[in-house]
């Protein structure tokens, strides 16, 4: 694996890197060797945050942790994508049962990480609960962030009055709002 670390307001010491590169060189049983992993540490009024992203064929493992000490982030992240790749992992194994001709592996893993036998834990399993179904009238993503304050929601998905396509707005962590777009490729 191909470990991209780079520091925001941190030094990245020996130290910080050999603990990243060990910690996250578990996940080496997963991917092919060429497997690129993007790194960022950062200090953000004295937390510590460690941010990792790993690109995949057709999708994104990433994770980013906070805590007050960098080395508690790096066992934290590790932990987070671990238990990511096993959803990921059935996700693809489910794929590869429903249809048979299809590819179950994607370049950046290893064939036996998908093939192996191991059980799934059952809390790992992604269940859909309930579904909601509601008409989507058009308005403007500040309208859109207006209602989602007014029903006391985190997101608010509506369409967009300008470019007629469905949006989303979301709080933020800071307080501020997000909005999704829609990009096809």
């Known amino acids: ?46 937390r510590q945050k460690i941010e990792v992203t790993i690109p995949v064929k057709g999708s994104i493992v990433r994770s980013e942790q906070t805590s007050s000490d960098m080395y508690v982030s790096i066992d934290l ?5 671990e238990r990511q790749l096993r959803k990921y992992k059935n996700k693809l194994v489910a794929r590869s049962q429903g249809h048979p001709t299809a590819s179950a592996t994607p370049n950046s893993f290893k064939k036996e990480f998908v093939e192996s036998e191991e059980e799934p834990a059952e809390d790992d399993e992604i269940r859909i609960v309930r579904t909601k179904r509601f008409g989507i009238k058009p308005m403007f993503p500040e309208d859109a962030c207006i209602q989602m304050e007014l029903l006391g929601h985190s997101f608010f998905v509506f369409s967009n009055a300008e470019t007629d396509e469905v949006n ?13 777009e829609p990009e096809f490729s």
């Open 168 to 180: 989303v707005v979301y709080k933020r962590k800071d307080g501020s709002f997000g909005l999704i």
């Open 1 to 46: 694996m191909n470990f991209i670390i780079s520091g925001k307001n941190i030094e990245v010491t020996p130290g910080l890197k050999d603990a990243v590169e060990q910690k996250l060189g578990k996940l080496e049983r997963y991917f092919t060797p060429e497997t690129e992993i993007i790194v960022t540490l950062s200090v953000e009024k004295g």
């Open 77 to 81: 992240v590790e932990e987070v994508i």
